[in-house]
């Protein structure tokens, strides 16, 4: 009997999310009283628009917190579509192509639980977001990860995924702007990228989770606005987290083609059931007052502009750093391999030491960097800059 009492060889060989745990750690030593600069956590700072939570508490008033459709609030996925017909430039796309989940993060695995079978391969470029091997291992499948490194702007090229695709192989991950690098794809690096993969005849799943939050000028392109056969093969994943400001709310968005739509659907269904009910609705107002949204969205953006070169002089003035210029997202992804640690050791001897909270590179597949995200005070920023420029000179001079 006892041999039996074990756990499956799903929960078996999961890793838990490295990002949540330096930011519960941090927050832990907080509530201890240590001052911690923490750049660990991967949420703006800023609090949910007014007239969003409005909505929300309006609808939890009039009683919507009865069960709503799997898929989401019809006249909400009849937005989503919309938008993404507009801002995305997706021709055609219906409501019954989008599905509204409880997160970005729910929407990401149930695009890959949709499509992926035990055996199949899924493509991941590194670095990557934690989540996307775990999620591929979850649906019996087997990631494949393709590394580009900073001298490559963290982007692989259609030469390198040609060479990784096998008959085995299912889904090719895009993510652009990208967790944790900030890189951004060009729309003709895209382009190849989505005709390598159209010609092997495998999904792409594109998380634009970050979509809206873009520096220098540049602009987002979404692959399932390429062509008919794009949109046929590509699952586009985003979510309100990030460009609304709604963490908690868990409020995800799918877009696909209508089989895979209608299969998520009903995965959905069998698990989650719904996206909480009255959450929708704010969701609802933010697409609804597009005008509105956007105006909260551009301050909030406004800000890490400021406070993303802020980090980067900061970063580049430090001896045994190198950092990219990112541009999409709130992170930067510096590289530390001069310092001689390892991104873990690194990450555990500072926070311990200088009591500064960074995400190590390993767990994004990326070995000799850290992830900072820069959703966090001027003040932390500074405050951080200054103890991680002593804590480097220390390493230097040992």
Not at 69 to 95: F, M, Q, S, T
Not at 240 to 258: C, D
Not at 361 to 385: C, N, Q, W
Request: aromatic share 8%.
């Amino acid at each position: 009997m006892a041999n039996l009492l074990k756990l499956s060889s799903w929960a078996s060989n999961i890793a838990p999310s490295p990002t949540l745990a330096v930011d519960a750690k941090a927050k832990e030593l907080k509530a201890a009283g240590e001052d911690v600069c923490g750049f660990g956590a991967g949420e703006p700072d800023f609090d949910t628009p007014e007239f969003i939570k409005e909505a929300c508490a309006e609808a939890l008033m009039a009683g919507k917190t009865k069960y709503a459709p799997a898929p989401g609030l019809p006249e909400l996925r009849a937005a989503i579509a919309e938008k993404y017909r507009r801002d995305n430039a997706v021709e055609g796309v219906e409501a019954a192509q989008v599905v509204v989940s409880p997160g970005g993060k729910y929407s990401c695995y149930l695009a890959i639980l949709a499509v992926v079978s035990p055996g199949d391969e899924v493509i991941i470029p590194a670095p990557y977001w934690v989540s996307y091997p775990e999620m591929v291992k979850l649906a019996g499948g087997l990631p494949k990860t393709v590394f580009a490194g900073q001298d490559a702007g963290f982007k692989i090229t259609p030469e390198q995924l040609r060479a990784a695709i096998t008959p085995k192989t299912r889904m090719l991950i895009l993510n652009s702007p990208s967790n944790p690098t900030g890189a951004i794809y060009e729309k003709a690096e895209l382009e190849a990228l989505v005709a390598v993969a159209l010609e092997a005849g495998i999904y792409i799943m594109s998380d634009e989770i970050y979509e809206y939050l873009l520096y220098d000028g540049v602009t987002h392109a979404s692959p399932a606005s390429f062509s008919k056969e794009a949109a046929a093969s590509v699952i586009t994943v985003a979510g309100f987290s990030k460009t609304f400001s709604m963490t908690g709310w868990r409020l995800g968005t799918l877009m696909a083609p209508a089989p895979v739509a209608k299969a998520v659907s009903s995965l959905q269904s069998q698990t989650s059931s719904n996206a909480t009910t009255f959450a929708q609705y704010g969701a609802l107002a933010a697409m609804q007052q597009w005008d509105k949204s956007m105006a909260a969205v551009n301050q909030m953006i406004e800000v890490f502009d400021r406070r993303r070169l802020r980090l980067l002089a900061g970063l580049k003035a430090i001896d045994g750093i190198e950092c990219a210029r990112a541009q999409g997202a709130f992170y930067l992804f510096p590289n530390i391999e001069a310092l001689g640690l390892s991104a873990n050791e690194f990450a555990a001897k500072i926070l311990e030491e200088e009591k500064v909270a960074v995400v190590p590179g390993e767990g994004f597949g990326a070995p000799g960097y850290m992830r900072l995200s820069y959703a966090t005070s001027d003040e932390v920023i500074d405050k951080g800059l200054e103890r991680l420029a002593r804590f480097c000179a220390k390493l230097s001079a040992s």
